[in-house]
C-alpha cells in the first residue's frame, strides 16, 4: 500500500530541519515531521481563513444588492471592502505555506496535477483580484442621490459584477480544498525534475 502522507521510512537520513533522500540517482528534500505538521497546519489555517473571507464578502455583497436602503447598502458595502484588509496576508501566507509543502514532501510543485490545479486556481484567485476587483469596487460603491427619499440607492453594474466574481472565487476556493483532500489525477507525465 502506498503512504498517503508526505513521509516515506526508507533510507532517510536527517540534516537539520529537513530529512534527505535518494532514491534512483536524484536528491530530494524532504521536511522533518515537526515541520511538516507547523506547515500544514498553517496552510490549512490560512487557507480555511481565506476562504472565509472571501464568504464573508459574498454574503456581504449580496446584502448589498438586495439591500431596501441606500444607507444599509453603504454599509454592507465598506464592510464587505474592510474585510478585505485580511486577503493580501492570507494570500500570502497560503501560497508560501503551500509552496514550502510542495517543494519539501514527495508531491512535488509541478509533480501532480492536484498540485498543479490548487496553485493554478490559487494564482488565478489573487491575479483576477488584483487586476480586476479593486477597480471595480471603486466604481460599484452604492450611493444615495435622492434628498428627498435618503433610503433611495443607486447600484451600478459592477456591483453585480463584483458580487458574481466573489461567488467564483468562493467555488475555485472550494474545488482547490475538494482536489487536496482526494488528490486526484495522478502524475503530470511532462515533468521528471524533483520540483
Not at 11 to 26: K, L, M, P
Not at 62 to 82: Q, Y
Not at 134 to 158: I, N
Amino acid at each position: 500500500m502506498t503512504p498517503t502522507d508526505a513521509f516515506e521510512p526508507a533510507d532517510r537520513r536527517r540534516a537539520g530541519d529537513v530529512t534527505v533522500h535518494r532514491s534512483q540517482g536524484r536528491r530530494r528534500v524532504w521536511l522533518r515531521p515537526p515541520v511538516y505538521r507547523a506547515l500544514r497546519s498553517a496552510h490549512i489555517a490560512t487557507s480555511v481563513a481565506w476562504l472565509g473571507i472571501v464568504l464573508g464578502k459574498l454574503v456581504l455583497e449580496l446584502g448589498v444588492l438586495t439591500a431596501a436602503s441606500g444607507r444599509r447598502a453603504e454599509s454592507l458595502f465598506t464592510a464587505a471592502t474592510a474585510i478585505t484588509r485580511a486577503f493580501p496576508p492570507l494570500v500570502f501566507a497560503t501560497l508560501v505555506t503551500g509552496v514550502l509543502l510542495g517543494l519539501g514532501t514527495r508531491w512535488g510543485l509541478l509533480r501532480y496535477y492536484w498540485v498543479v490545479t490548487k496553485l493554478a486556481l490559487s494564482l488565478a484567485v489573487v491575479v483576477t483580484a488584483v487586476t480586476l476587483v479593486e477597480g471595480l469596487a471603486r466604481s460599484a460603491m452604492p450611493s444615495s442621490t435622492d434628498e428627498l427619499d435618503p433610503g433611495a440607492t443607486v447600484l451600478t453594474a459592477p456591483a453585480e459584477l463584483l458580487a458574481w466574481l466573489t461567488g467564483a472565487y468562493v467555488a475555485m476556493l472550494l474545488v482547490a480544498t475538494v482536489v487536496s483532500v482526494y488528490k486526484p489525477w495522478g502524475r503530470v507525465r511532462w515533468r521528471q525534475g524533483n520540483l
